[in-house]
């Protein structure tokens, strides 16, 4: 019997492999191919190319140790009697026959030169005749002659769209929360989707505990103690990494976004329990929170000179200078804080109270004194926990699906975070039943849900539709677009954009999930009044992260949170900020 080539691939049951052959490219469809060759039993060798190895450990973790997405550096050579060890084990676990078994078990050897394919027998350039010849062949059939009329002449997205799937997304649901957050916000031209997403969240809750039908928490508030807080964080870790290349991976990407307006749920739980929470009415939006483009450009050239001073200082031969530091940082902070209270207003201090006069639903004028804090507090109280039917804010935690890395682990990212000392960023990673099962088992209890999406993606703002459907390029330009979920997070094709709310879903007649309704923070000019619709399918390929309460989803999935998280690196997707 001859191979000519093995791979090592995940079954639709995580838990077992398949030997596949192939007698085509060593990288076929989703197979990655470890070596070549197999051939004539009994005495076999199979060659494991290193920088194969990698590539599996980061799709199959359960066999082989973490080294964490993105990392495919080469494996030392103290590992390679481990990995062989580990290889060696996972084929023993193969059902296959007995002189394969045996082959398998005992012919393993290791070739650290990964394979080379030499470019020097094809034509690399581009070809003109090539492409007058496709040219040609192109405008021959007369579909693509008027898909070029109509195509370059009008947005490409118009012509192409699926008018049968705009009719079907419809804003029916059959689960849905009693109270919905009102009015629709708008983040205008600023990248605080996230803050807009979790204070909608929170806002509900406090609409019931203290009866208004129209209520807004300050975004703004947020936002300003998130500058400072990234500010220090960025500035602390240019000094911890002050040793390192400038340009080195990891500080060039520190450097390119020393503060940008993103962030995750771990990051708003911090902001909130150091700074609390106040209505709108008490720190409105400035023109540039609703337009960050010059701050943001402003406060990161800042930052980037004061990183370079840190770290001078940081690597100085003289005590003294290296002494200075914590007073320099400090003079750079305030010089941050100077700008953004100029450019956002100075804000409500934590620790002072405020007063805040409204009317209920009733019409009955109410008065309200306590700080922020306090504010913040109430959700957690048993007033606030009896409005949000049992859920304390403060216990919520992402669950997230990220195809290339095993399900149920913890996942962090290094140096991903704001407030330094404060909660780790961190994902408990499961398959898309477990987050849709968690995400309705919370709209029943009546709350909406936190979500991250790359919203971008085969969706239309203008009538709030997020559908894979939405879109016929085969008709337009005659390709297909097939990437799996993996492939675009591997290729970058894909991330987390986008962070919106959750507040109903229409169940099928098989008990499965249709479509789910969302709010959006895009202002009610956008979609249905401000409302968007998203289809099972779309989820599915493009919503990576929910946000749950702990009763909502099993005892495995809550006891992941107990594991040593896998690092992955800062300029993995999942570092990516909504």
Same mark, same amino acid.
């Given at each position: 019997?001859?191979?000519?080539? %093995?791979?090592?691939?995940?079954?639709?049951?995580?838990?077992?492999?398949?030997?596949? +052959? *192939?007698?085509?490219?060593?990288?076929?469809?989703? =197979?990655?191919?470890?070596?070549?060759?197999?051939?004539?039993?009994?005495?076999?060798?199979?060659?494991? =190319?290193?920088?194969?190895?990698?590539? !599996?450990? &980061?799709?199959?973790?359960?066999?082989?140790?973490?080294?964490?997405?993105?990392?495919?550096?080469?494996?030392?050579?103290?590992?390679?009697? &481990?990995?062989?060890?580990?290889?060696?084990?996972?084929?023993?676990?193969?059902?296959?026959?007995?002189?394969?078994? $045996?082959?398998?078990?005992?012919?393993?050897? %290791?070739?650290?030169?990964?394979?080379?394919? *030499?470019?020097?027998?094809?034509?690399?350039?581009?070809? !003109?005749?090539?492409?007058?010849?496709?040219?040609?062949?192109?405008?021959?059939?007369?579909?693509?002659?008027?898909?070029?009329?109509?195509?370059?002449?009008?947005?490409?997205?118009?012509? !192409?769209?699926? =008018?049968?799937?705009?009719?079907?997304?419809?804003?029916?649901?059959?689960?849905?929360?009693?109270?919905?957050?009102?009015? !629709?916000?708008?983040?205008?031209?600023?990248?605080?989707?996230?803050?807009?997403?979790? +204070?909608?969240?929170?806002?509900?809750?406090?609409?019931?505990?203290?009866?208004?039908?129209?209520?807004?928490?300050?975004?703004?508030?947020?936002?300003?103690?998130?500058?400072? $807080?990234?500010?220090?964080?960025?500035?602390?870790?240019?000094?911890?990494?002050?040793?390192?290349?400038?340009?080195?991976?990891? %500080?060039?990407?520190?450097?390119?976004?020393?503060?940008?307006?993103?962030?995750?749920?771990?990051?708003?739980? @911090?902001?909130?329990?150091?700074?609390?929470?106040?209505?709108?009415?008490?720190?409105?939006?400035?023109? @540039?929170?609703?337009?960050?483009?010059?701050?943001?450009?402003?406060? +990161?050239?800042?930052?980037?000179?004061?990183?370079?001073?840190?770290?001078?200082?940081?690597?100085?031969?003289?005590?003294?200078?290296?002494?200075?530091?914590?007073?320099?940082?400090?003079?750079?902070?305030?010089?941050?804080?100077?700008?953004?209270?100029?450019?956002?207003?100075?804000?409500?201090?934590?620790?002072?109270?405020?007063?805040?006069?409204?009317?209920?639903?009733?019409?009955?004028?109410?008065?309200?004194?306590?700080?922020?804090?306090?504010?913040?507090?109430?959700?957690?109280?048993? $007033?606030?926990?009896?409005?949000?039917?049992?859920?304390?804010?403060?216990?919520?935690?992402?669950?997230?699906?990220?195809?290339?890395?095993?399900?149920?682990?913890?996942?962090?990212?290094?140096?991903?975070?704001?407030?330094?000392?404060?909660?780790? %960023?961190?994902?408990?990673?499961?398959?898309?039943?477990?987050?849709?099962?968690?995400?309705?088992?919370?709209?029943?209890?009546?709350?909406?849900?936190?979500?991250?999406?790359?919203?971008?993606?085969?969706?239309?703002?203008?009538?709030?539709?997020? /559908?894979?459907?939405?879109?016929?390029?085969?008709?337009?330009?005659?390709?297909?677009?097939?990437? *799996?979920?993996?492939? &675009?997070?591997?290729?970058? $094709?894909?991330?987390?954009?986008?962070?919106?709310?959750?507040?109903?879903?229409?169940?099928?007649?098989?008990?499965?999930?249709?479509?789910? &309704?969302?709010?959006?923070?895009?202002?009610?000019?956008?979609?249905?009044?401000?409302?968007?619709?998203?289809?099972?399918?779309?989820?599915?390929?493009?919503?990576?992260?929910?946000?749950?309460?702990?009763?909502?989803?099993?005892?495995?999935?809550?006891?992941?949170?107990?594991?040593?998280?896998?690092?992955?690196?800062?300029? /993995?997707?999942?570092?990516?900020?909504?």
């Amino acid at each position: 019997m001859t191979l000519s080539y %093995v791979s090592i691939t995940c079954t639709p049951s995580p838990s077992t492999l398949d030997i596949l +052959t *192939s007698r085509q490219h060593q990288r076929r469809n989703n =197979h990655l191919a470890i070596g070549a060759t197999l051939s004539h039993l009994p005495t076999p060798d199979i060659i494991l =190319h290193l920088h194969n190895c990698a590539q !599996i450990r &980061r799709q199959i973790h359960y066999l082989f140790y973490d080294m964490g997405a993105g990392q495919s550096k080469q494996v030392a050579a103290s590992a390679v009697g &481990r990995e062989k060890g580990e290889i060696a084990q996972c084929m023993s676990k193969l059902s296959v026959a007995g002189k394969m078994q $045996e082959a398998l078990e005992t012919y393993v050897c %290791v070739d650290e030169d990964p394979p080379t394919y *030499s470019s020097s027998k094809r034509n690399t350039t581009l070809s !003109i005749s090539e492409t007058k010849h496709w040219e040609k062949e192109l405008l021959a059939d007369p579909k693509n002659r008027l898909a070029l009329s109509a195509l370059s002449s009008h947005s490409p997205t118009t012509i !192409i769209a699926n =008018h049968a799937a705009e009719i079907a997304d419809t804003q029916v649901f059959n689960i849905r929360i009693p109270l919905e957050g009102a009015p !629709i916000t708008n983040q205008h031209s600023s990248g605080r989707c996230w803050l807009f997403a979790s +204070t909608n969240v929170f806002r509900v809750a406090l609409m019931k505990l203290y009866n208004v039908k129209s209520f807004e928490l300050s975004q703004a508030y947020p936002f300003f103690w998130d500058k400072m $807080e990234k500010a220090n964080w960025f500035l602390e870790n240019a000094i911890d990494t002050a040793s390192e290349a400038l340009d080195g991976r990891l %500080v060039q990407r520190l450097m390119s976004s020393p503060m940008s307006d993103g962030g995750q749920w771990d990051m708003v739980t @911090n902001l909130v329990g150091k700074y609390g929470l106040v209505p709108k009415e008490l720190y409105p939006d400035t023109y @540039n929170a609703k337009s960050s483009s010059f701050l943001g450009k402003l406060v +990161t050239t800042k930052l980037r000179e004061d990183a370079l001073v840190l770290r001078k200082m940081a690597t100085s031969f003289d005590p003294s200078v290296r002494a200075s530091i914590g007073d320099t940082k400090k003079k750079f902070l305030q010089e941050i804080h100077s700008i953004l209270t100029i450019l956002l207003g100075p804000p409500p201090s934590p620790e002072e109270k405020f007063t805040w006069e409204y009317y209920d639903a009733n019409g009955k004028f109410c008065k309200l004194s306590m700080t922020p804090l306090e504010f913040a507090s109430s959700l957690s109280s048993r $007033e606030g926990l009896r409005a949000c039917k049992g859920t304390d804010v403060n216990e919520l935690f992402s669950l997230v699906n990220d195809p290339r890395n095993s399900y149920e682990r913890l996942l962090t990212v290094d140096r991903l975070g704001n407030v330094v000392g404060g909660q780790p %960023v961190t994902y408990v990673n499961v398959d898309m039943n477990t987050i849709k099962a968690g995400a309705i088992a919370m709209l029943k209890a009546g709350i909406p849900v936190f979500f991250g999406s790359d919203v971008g993606k085969y969706s239309n703002s203008a009538s709030g539709i997020m /559908d894979t459907a939405l879109y016929d390029y085969s008709l337009g330009f005659n390709v297909n677009l097939g990437m *799996s979920k993996a492939e &675009r997070l591997q290729t970058g $094709e894909s991330s987390m954009t986008h962070a919106m709310v959750l507040t109903a879903v229409h169940i099928g007649d098989d008990g499965k999930p249709l479509r789910w &309704r969302v709010e959006n923070s895009w202002g009610d000019a956008k979609g249905d009044k401000g409302w968007f619709v998203m289809t099972d399918k779309w989820m599915d390929e493009f919503v990576y992260q929910v946000v749950v309460d702990p009763r909502f989803v099993s005892q495995g999935v809550r006891d992941v949170l107990k594991q040593a998280p896998l690092t992955l690196p800062l300029w /993995d997707p999942m570092g990516a900020l909504a």
